[in-house]
T-cell receptor
Framework: EADIYQTPRYLVIGTGKKITLECSQT?????MYWYQQDPGMELHLIHY???????EKGDLSSESTVSRIRTEHFPLTLESARPSHTSQYLC????????????FGNGTRLTVT | SQQGEEDPQALSIQEGENATMNCSYK?????LQWYRQNSGRGLVHLIL?????REKHSGRLRVTLDTSKKSSSLLITASRAADTASYFC????????????FGKGITLSVRP
């Protein structure tokens, strides 16, 4: 298994709360990604970063924000959680290069009540 | 629009049988990758095949790529109960900084 860690694994939180999902990798990868996946469904890219101080929005519109201050750390923040944010959030990283394989964390399953 | 689409959506086989899963895509690609996802976990990379390759093997896995038909297949031989998982194909389109696009996945159940 790859050295990429996500915390927490499960989170149940009330509407309106601010939350930060943590993602860290120890492989020195420049590229990092956040995907959203509903149960039994495809993955949707919501944010990605190609290096420190570089962040871009993905294909699926998301109300979350990300930051990349250090190579190994790529946290995702929701300023005001809503029930529509209930989903699984997967963090991944890869080496530089077109189409490099992704290494995934085990995900954070978020439930907003 | 969906770049990679797998079929069937679900597959149930007996242990020891072979499992074949297919993936079709729409645009030119740099490479195609297959991933496995066990329930409640992240995805694990299985195999990558480049656009100039036609077949690749890794252990009990065999992947083929037909760029003229824009399709790929993943064959798992001599399946085991531990192969029970969801399998996703992902395509990397041509072009710099291209990101991977995932299909909806195939749920494989291997009965002991």
């Amino acid at each position: 298994e790859a050295d990429i860690y996500q915390t927490p694994r499960y989170l149940v939180i009330g509407t309106g709360k601010k939350i930060t999902l943590e993602c860290s990798q120890t492989m020195g990868h420049d590229k990092m990604y956040w995907y959203q996946q509903d149960p039994g469904m495809e993955l949707h890219l919501i944010h990605y970063s190609y290096g420190v101080n570089s962040t871009e929005k993905g294909d699926l519109s998301s109300e979350s924000t990300v930051s990349r201050i250090r190579t190994e750390h790529f946290p995702l923040t929701l300023e005001s959680a809503r029930p529509s944010h209930t989903s699984q959030y997967l963090c991944a990283s890869s080496l530089t290069g077109v189409g490099s394989p992704l290494h995934f964390g085990n995900g954070t399953r978020l439930t907003v009540t | 629009s969906q770049q990679g689409e797998e079929d069937p959506q679900a597959l149930s086989i007996q242990e020891g049988e072979n499992a074949t899963m297919n993936c079709s895509y729409k645009t030119s690609i740099n490479n195609l990758q297959w991933y496995r996802q066990n329930s409640g976990r992240g995805l694990v990379h299985l195999i990558l095949i480049r656009s100039n390759e036609r077949e690749k093997h890794s252990g009990r896995l065999r992947v083929t790529l037909d760029t003229s038909k824009k399709s790929s297949s993943l064959l798992i031989t001599a399946s085991r109960a531990a192969d029970t998982a969801s399998y996703f194909c992902a395509t990397s389109r041509t072009g710099a900084n291209s990101k991977l696009t995932f299909g909806k996945g195939i749920t494989l159940s291997v009965r002991p």
